[in-house]
Structures are given as structure tokens and as C-alpha cells.
């Protein structure tokens, strides 16, 4: 019996979970709050990712370690990964945590990235400025999700705010400034790659945000093929200059035609949920496929898909299923502002069928804003 160790225990470990009980594999989780969401059934040890004997007692009852957060500590993984295999593997999960060296990475490969500098004081935010131009956004390089720890800055006028709210992290998790896009949309590859080098790709997804959060996924995204053959040829390059083994998402956003990489997610990812019933393979599955070393399963898609985040609290779920192809996830978090509690999954057989079961579903809940722009998209092409 393997059992797999996951190093945060969220509603990703709980859907990795999920998806590993039909390949007879066992879990156990490791989070910093007792109340993580896939510790109602799964068993965790609760510690902090830095405690020695915490970390210990995790390994010792694990045959392979992966990641559901990644900002787990660089050194954590490292310890770990001397004593249990750890997929990905530590140096890729450095790399990815943190803003600078991940776009820097881009930029060698030879990936777009949009414009950036590191900021370590106030004159070099002012010079990064002058540089840069505005609209610009003033980022963390490690630990921010969901939109947190960024400020925009519009004009010259708002970077005595942004210094005020962020200044202080300039010597703690570092800050980077980057050029604002005016994307026309965001897309983000979700892709896999194995212990021996195998990478298959998820058809492109497009995504929507509201207020830094995902808020709704489509796929196949409406692009070229020529479009997706660039945007998974980035990931590729990526994964194999990482070494990477597992899932990973490559997030880019989409202006006058041209891709340009946002960030890179060490783990499955919020744009890839809908492969669970979009897919022949799911995303959870494929991740631990690929850390375990087995033979990797297929990545095409059944039709067309589109997922709907629930952040903040759940709504109704009738009106989700009462869809045919209506799936409900509740990831059994207690609701608050801005946290992710679940999502919906709709599938059908052709774009025009989503397009419908989204009205249905966005009048029945009341969240047409949620839906319209991805009705609206599909209209359009
Ligand atoms: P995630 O939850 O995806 O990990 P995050 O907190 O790491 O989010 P980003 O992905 O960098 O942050 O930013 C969140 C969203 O803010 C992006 O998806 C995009 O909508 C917007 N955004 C971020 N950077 C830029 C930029 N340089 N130009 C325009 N919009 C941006
Ligand atoms: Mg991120
Ligand atoms: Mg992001």
C-alpha cells in the first residue's frame, strides 16, 4: 500500500485525494491549521513546515511527498526531500515561489514576460517607475495569492501608498515591480510531466479573474491552434529546464495576439479543476500518476467545459445540478470573504450547450456577472 504525503492540506490535497482512492493509494497531509479541509478525511499531521519533528513524523509515514501549497518553505523541501522522494522536486518549487527568479527564468528561456524590476529600497521603486512607466504593479515575490500583497499603481501620484502598504516586505519576502497589461484575456496551460520526461498538456484554458481571484474557466479556450502550440511549447521548455515531475499551470495573459507569462503554479492548479469531468485524465490524477511513476493517462478533453468558482460562501447548488452536466464540488470549508469553498463544473457536448446551461445556472443563482463574460466570449468567436 503507497501512501502519499501532501504538504498542505486545502481543497487541493482533498481533490488529489479524492482522485487516488480508485488507484488504492493512501494519504496523509500536513497543514499548519487542524481544520484543513482535506483533514475531515484524510489523516494529517498538524505542525508548522519549519518544526523538525513534525516534518519527521510526516516523512516517516509517507513513500513519496508532493505539494497542495507552495509556499511550503525552500528549505523544508529540501530536508524532506534527503529522507522521501519529493516531486517536484525542491529547486523547481524555489524557483516557482518566488516572482523574481521566476520571471527571470522566462526571460532566459526566451518566454515573454512582461516587463519588471526588482525593488529593494524606495529610490529603486522610483527608477523601476521612471523605467517602467504606469500603469505598473508592485508585487511580493514570495507568499502572495489570490491577488494579495500587489498594489496598482496608476500613476505617479499612488507610489507613496504603494511604498506605505508594501514598502516594508522590500527586505523580508522582497518586492518586484511589473508593467500593468491591458490583456485581452488570460489563458493558462495546465500540463504534466513525468518521472521520465513524458509532458502532456490540457487543452488551453481561458480564465477570469474578479478581484485577483479566478472567478470562471473555459475550456477549450476560443484561440488558434497556433496560439495553444506557442503557449504549450513555453510550458514544456519550463518543465524540462525545471526538470519538473507533476502538474503545473503556466499563466499568460493574451494581448494583440501575443502571450505573455504571468506565473507559474507548482502544483494542480484553480484553472485545471474542470478535467476532472472534462477530461479523460484529470489533472489530480495525472500528478500522481506522474510522482509515483506510473504510466501517465490521456489529456484530451470530452467536449467543452466551463468551471465557476464559489468564493466566499456556496450558493445554491440545485440550479448546478439540475444540469445535465452539472457537477458541485464542496470543499466542507466554513464560508469567509474572499475564501475559495467550492466550484461548479459544467460540461456538455458542444460550446452552444455551455453557453445555455450557463444561463441557466447564472439566472437560477443570480451571478449573470459571473457568467456573462464567458457567454459573451463564446459568442464572439
Ligand atoms: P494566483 O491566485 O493566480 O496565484 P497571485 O496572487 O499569485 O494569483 P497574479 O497571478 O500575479 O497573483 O495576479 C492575479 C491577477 O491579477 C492576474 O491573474 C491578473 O488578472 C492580474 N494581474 C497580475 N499581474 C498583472 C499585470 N502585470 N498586468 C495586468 N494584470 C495583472
Ligand atoms: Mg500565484
Ligand atoms: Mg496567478
Wanted: glycine share 10%.
Amino acid at each position: 500500500m503507497t501512501t502519499v504525503g501532501i504538504l498542505g492540506g486545502g481543497q487541493l490535497a482533498r481533490m488529489l485525494a479524492l482522485s487516488g482512492a480508485p488507484l488504492g493509494l493512501r494519504f496523509l497531509v500536513m497543514d499548519t491549521a487542524a481544520d484543513a479541509c482535506a483533514g475531515q478525511f484524510v489523516p494529517m499531521v498538524v505542525g508548522d513546515y519549519r518544526d523538525e519533528a513534525a516534518l519527521a513524523e510526516f516523512a516517516s509515514r509517507v513513500d513519496v511527498a508532493t505539494f497542495d501549497f507552495e509556499n511550503v518553505p525552500a528549505e523544508s523541501a529540501q530536508w524532506l526531500s534527503e529522507r522521501v522522494p519529493v516531486f517536484p522536486n525542491p529547486r523547481a518549487l524555489g524557483v516557482a515561489q518566488d516572482r523574481l527568479a521566476e520571471k527571470t527564468l522566462f526571460r532566459e528561456l526566451g518566454i515573454p514576460v512582461p516587463d519588471f524590476a526588482d525593488i529593494a529600497t524606495r529610490a529603486a521603486l522610483d527608477e523601476g517607475i521612471s523605467r517602467i512607466g504606469v500603469p505598473c504593479i508592485l508585487k511580493t515575490r514570495r507568499l502572495g495569492y489570490d491577488g494579495k500583497g500587489q498594489f496598482r499603481i496608476k500613476s505617479a501620484a499612488d507610489v507613496d501608498a504603494a511604498w506605505q502598504a508594501l514598502g516594508a516586505q522590500a527586505q523580508t519576502v522582497g518586492l518586484i515591480l511589473e508593467a500593468f497589461v491591458p490583456f485581452e484575456r488570460e489563458l493558462s496551460v495546465v500540463a504534466v510531466r513525468s518521472r521520465d520526461g513524458e509532458f502532456r498538456a490540457w487543452p488551453l484554458t481561458e480564465n477570469w479573474h474578479v478581484d485577483g481571484v479566478l472567478s470562471a474557466s473555459l475550456a477549450p479556450a476560443q484561440a488558434s491552434s497556433e496560439l495553444a502550440d506557442t503557449a504549450f511549447g513555453y510550458a514544456r521548455k519550463l518543465a524540462e529546464a525545471l526538470d519538473y515531475v507533476g502538474v503545473f499551470a503556466l499563466e499568460l495573459f493574451c494581448r494583440d495576439g501575443q502571450l505573455l507569462a504571468n506565473e507559474l503554479a507548482p502544483r494542480v492548479h484553480n484553472s485545471g479543476h474542470w478535467t476532472i469531468e472534462g477530461a479523460e485524465t484529470s489533472q489530480f490524477e495525472n500528478h500522481l500518476r506522474a510522482v509515483l511513476g506510473l504510466p501517465l493517462g490521456d489529456t484530451r478533453m470530452l467536449g467543452h467545459a466551463c468551471m465557476l468558482n464559489w468564493v466566499g460562501e456556496l450558493p445554491d447548488a440545485a440550479p448546478v445540478l439540475r444540469e445535465p452536466g452539472g457537477h458541485w464540488h464542496d470543499y466542507g470549508k466554513s464560508p469567509r470573504a474572499g475564501r475559495k469553498v467550492g466550484h461548479a463544473t459544467l460540461r456538455a457536448d458542444s460550446a452552444e450547450g455551455i453557453t445555455r446551461a450557463l444561463r441557466r445556472v447564472g439566472a437560477g443563482l443570480k451571478r449573470e456577472s459571473q457568467v456573462d463574460p464567458v457567454v459573451a466570449r463564446i459568442a464572439g468567436a
